[in-house]
Structure formats: C-alpha cells, structure tokens
C-alpha cells in the first residue's frame, strides 16, 4: 500500500541504491563533466528514477532517435548513389575528362552541403529531445546547444539508461 511503512522504506532503499549507483558512474566520466553533475543533480535524478516513468521516456526518445539516424542515413546513401549514377552515365556518355574532374568536385560539394542538412536534422532532434526531457521533469535538462552542457546530458542519458537495463 503506498503509503503504508513498508513503501516509503521501499522507496527510500530504492532512493539510496540509485543515487549510489549514479555516484558511482558519474566517478567514472572525465573530471572536466563532473563538476558539471553536482550532487543535488544526481539527487533529484535518483528520485525522478525512483518514481518511474522518466525510463519509458528515454526509451520512446532512443527508439525515435535510431529510426531518424537511419532515415538520415538512407537518405545520404541515395544522394551518394544518385552522384554515383551521374558520374557513371557522363563516363559511358564519354565525357571528356575535364568534365568529370568538374563534376566530381560539384558532387563534392553538393554531398558536403547535403550532410550540413543532415546535421542540422540531427541537432534540431537534439533540441526537440531536451524540450521532451525538460517538460517531463528530467534533472539536468534544458535546451542547449553548448557542447559541454549537451556532454553532460548525454552523461545522463547514458546513467538512465544504464539504470533501465539494470547494467550498473
């Protein structure tokens, strides 16, 4: 019953075995990231873990991230094989040389440009993650774009997961 004695000592042991194990693994990551993850933060994390939900979170945003990196990978595999295909269409045309040495440099190009779409598809899921993790209540979440504060998140990310697939 919840709020019978035995619960809030079920929850509590459940408390302190998490936020050991978050201590623990937050000892493991470089020091620059540490004093990044102040106790209070593995804290709040611990009882954000302890009441639940937050896994199943982390686990809809993975699954949606692995399907968006493999679209944006399928994507780039066309645009790659497209080039191909042109290139292979102007050799059997018997384009002069000169043409093709052009050519591959515009595919050059035009792929480079395709892949800073790319990345900017994968940032802006980034940022859609952070605002799904900040408005569920997620410790240490917030929309960013520094390097560091996003290190520090996937820092987390990893413990929460870790802590789902009881690998700690």
């Given at each position: 019953m919840p709020g019978s004695p035995g619960h809030a000592e079920d929850y509590q042991a459940r408390l302190y075995l998490l936020l050991s194990q978050l201590q623990k693994m937050a000892g493991e990551i470089p020091a620059k990231f540490q004093q990044r993850i102040p106790y209070e933060l593995l804290s709040s994390l611990a009882a954000s873990l302890a009441q639940g939900q937050i896994l199943e979170i982390v686990k809809?945003?993975?699954?949606?991230?692995?399907?968006?990196?493999?679209?944006?990978?399928?994507?780039?595999?066309?645009?790659?094989?497209?080039?191909?295909?042109?290139?292979?269409?102007?050799?059997?045309?018997?384009?002069?040389?000169?043409?093709?040495?052009?050519?591959?440099?515009?595919?050059?190009?035009?792929?480079?440009?395709?892949?800073?779409?790319?990345?900017?598809?994968?940032?802006?899921?980034?940022?859609?993650?952070?605002?799904?993790?900040?408005?569920?209540?997620?410790?240490?979440?917030?929309?960013?774009?520094?390097?560091?504060?996003?290190?520090?998140?996937?820092?987390?990310?990893e413990f929460i997961v870790k802590i789902g697939n009881k690998d700690f």
């Open positions: 809809m945003l993975t699954e949606v991230q692995q399907a968006t990196e493999k679209h944006l990978f399928q994507q780039r595999l066309q645009f790659i094989n497209r080039q191909k295909m042109e290139k292979q269409e102007m050799i059997v045309k018997n384009f002069p040389q000169a043409k093709i040495v052009a050519a591959d440099a515009k595919f050059k190009d035009e792929l480079k440009q395709h892949d800073m779409k790319l990345v900017t598809q994968l940032d802006q899921k980034v940022s859609d993650q952070q605002v799904t993790l900040e408005r569920a209540g997620v410790p240490g979440f917030f929309v960013t774009n520094n390097p560091t504060e996003v290190q520090v998140q996937m820092f987390l990310l």
